[in-house]
């Protein structure tokens, strides 16, 4: 998908030379039948010389619609390929960031500097394996949709989400501390509960771990998903809400 849109600008930027050049020569053959009178006369008088030129005219009239409609099929080609482009770094049944995008974030934090107050949330669904056990595929598919829209209207507000494998999501907080930590789970909690309550047959069930940059001191973005990992395999908490 890279080389693509490499393609599509040089084949773009070849055919707009060409038709600068036909411009060019539209414009010189009008200045000199302006000009020269001879010349003028010769069309009117000589038949094959007229229709010479008429072909002429027609041969260039067509091209610069050529070239101009090929530019417009490009362009349009262009825009699919960076849509296309845009959804392979997209979940496909819950719309949010995948593990692509997630490594393309991973970019962005690539120096100790660049991750200094960064907070990180990895949310896990407990309970997909009962879900699709008791009501198919189809009911595990509608608990992570439900959880997905939940988790981007709090998480959009907060950070960058994105869902890292099948019933695992990732949360980053800019400028992070234990009172932004603990607002976002606590607003969670409250969308999860009255979701559970709403619709009771899919509940969503949610452990999570919470890593601050300020407390491990990672040197990179990758070691805070991996002290993420680590904290939940040794101290996973639930995610509930007071009643």
Sequence with gaps: MTYRPKLVRKI????????????????????ILIIDQDFRSQILKNIFFTISFVVTWLCLIISLLSILFDLILLKKNSEVVRELNDLSYLDKLTGLPNRYSIDRISQKYDSPGKIEGLGLILLVLNNIKQINE??????????????C???????TQYGLIGRNSGNEFLVVIENCDDTALSYFLDELGRRIHNHNIITPELPIEL??????????????FYTLITSAY?????????????E
């Design 207 to 220: 452990s999570y771990s919470a890593v601050l940059e300020s407390d491990i001191k990672a040197d990179h």
């Design 230 to 242: 680590k904290e939940f395999q040794s101290n996973v908490k639930i995610l509930s809400y007071p």
């Design 149 to 155: 829209a939940l988790l981007e209207s709090v998480g």
């Design 134 to 147: 008791k009501s198919g595929r189809t009911g595990g598919d509608r608990v992570i949709s439900d959880f």
């Design 12 to 31: 773009r930027k070849t055919k707009s030379i060409f038709l600068a050049i036909l411009v060019v020569l539209v414009f010189v053959y009008l200045f």
